[in-house]
């Protein structure tokens, strides 16, 4: 028999500093309605106090552990596009900071679908017999890219860590990974960048610093465009109808966005797990972030039919499907 991928441990941790609207609103020509209307964030948390991403990993990463039962796992997979620094990787730190010296421990960049692209890896080494648990992590420190001038991106990004533990088991139980599908296309590069400290830029001498441009009408417009099909396509692969999904627990990169999709795809606009609004983007971390407050506010329950789409730079996107599993966190 196959060799499914069972989620058996959630965690969470954003860093205890928040910036509201009103907040930037006093640095930036912009206010908390324009913020709060087009994008559904109210505040995000912002890392400070010699926090970094290794921090935040370390925190969501000990909560998994601890939620699976488990010390330590065969692998740990850290999804980020905010490493603390470009060499070495990141994954060896936090999986050292975590007791786990020793086990294999590497990142994965995928943009903000970069959670589904850790998941996917979790789950084929675990099909593949590499591994029978595996600590999958996303951690992201955004506002360390944004410009501080510039009110299209800072208002959008926030900072915090999500990590889920994958273990070796069957599709018919509680948590089984049923489904998983990726893309990319590069010809999208250009929606989403940072140039800056890039290896582009330093061979062409350009010495401006890390921040994030984005081309927000193109990038949402592929975005629901791109989730509605990788959705459809990942209900296909596991046989659900759409009528029997419970939630749709996407990339929070836009209240705007997620509402969208669940109206694209025939479901009620409650039935989309929204959790930007406290958090903001944080990319890789955002979808188990959701997944945490889905549960944590009584949304999510075991047996739940999950979707989880997402998309970002890249252009990346995937979606994935599960049942939710009995937790303790
Ligand atoms: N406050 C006030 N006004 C603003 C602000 C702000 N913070 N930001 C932009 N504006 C202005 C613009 O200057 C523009 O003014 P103009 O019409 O006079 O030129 C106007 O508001 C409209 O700007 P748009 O960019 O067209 O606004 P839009 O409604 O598209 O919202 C947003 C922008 C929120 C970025 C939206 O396009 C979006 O969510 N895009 C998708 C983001 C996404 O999916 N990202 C994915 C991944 S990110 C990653 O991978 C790291």
Redesign the pocket.
């Known amino acids: 028999m196959a060799r499914s991928a069972v989620l058996c441990g959630l965690g969470a941790w954003v860093p205890p500093h928040v910036v509201t609207n009103d907040d930037l609103a006093a640095l ?4 908390d309605e ?2 709060r209307t ?2 559904g964030i109210r505040q995000r948390h912002v890392i400070g106090d010699g926090l970094s991403t290794v921090d935040l990993a370390v925190e969501a990463g000990a909560r998994a552990l601890k939620s699976a039962g488990l010390s330590e796992a065969d692998y740990l997979v850290l999804a980020t ?1 905010t490493p603390d620094r470009l060499c070495p990787p990141t994954g060896p730190e936090v999986a050292t900071r975590l007791g786990m010296t020793g086990v294999p421990a590497f990142d994965v960049a995928a ?2 679908s970069g959670f589904l692209y850790g998941l996917q890896t979790g789950r084929a080494l675990i099909a593949g017999e590499i591994a029978d648990t595996v600590l999958v992590i996303g951690a992201e420190s ?1 506002t360390t890219l944004v410009d501080p001038d510039d ?2 991106t800072r ?2 990004f926030g900072d915090g860590a999500g990590a889920v533990v994958l273990r070796m088991g069957a599709d018919d139980e509680l948590g089984a990974v049923l489904g998983v599908n990726l893309h990319s296309d590069g010809s999208l590069s250009e929606l ?1 960048t940072v140039a800056g400290g890039g290896a582009r830029a330093r061979a062409a001498g350009d010495t401006a610093p890390a921040h ?1 441009t ?1 081309h ?2 193109a ?2 417009a592929h ?1 629901v465009k791109h989730m509605e099909e990788v959705t459809r396509q990942t209900l296909a692969q596991v046989g659900w109808d759409i009528t029997e999904v419970d939630h749709v627990v996407g ?1 929070q ?2 209240a ?2 997620l509402h969208a999709l669940a109206k694209r795809l025939g479901l009620a606009e409650e039935q989309a797990v929204v959790h930007i609004e406290e958090v903001g ?1 944080t ?1 890789s971390a955002s979808i188990p972030l959701a997944l945490h407050h889905g549960v944590v506010t009584g949304r999510i329950k075991p047996g739940d039919r999950l979707v989880m789409p997402a ?3 890249g252009a990346t996107w995937g979606a994935a499907a599960m049942t939710w599993p009995q937790l303790e966190i």
């Open positions: 930036l020509d912009t206010s324009w913020i087009r994008t596009t943009g903000c955004l009110r299209g208002p959008l989403i994030i984005m927000g009408r990038t949402f975005a990339h990169a836009n705007r966005i983007n990319a998309f970002g730079a």
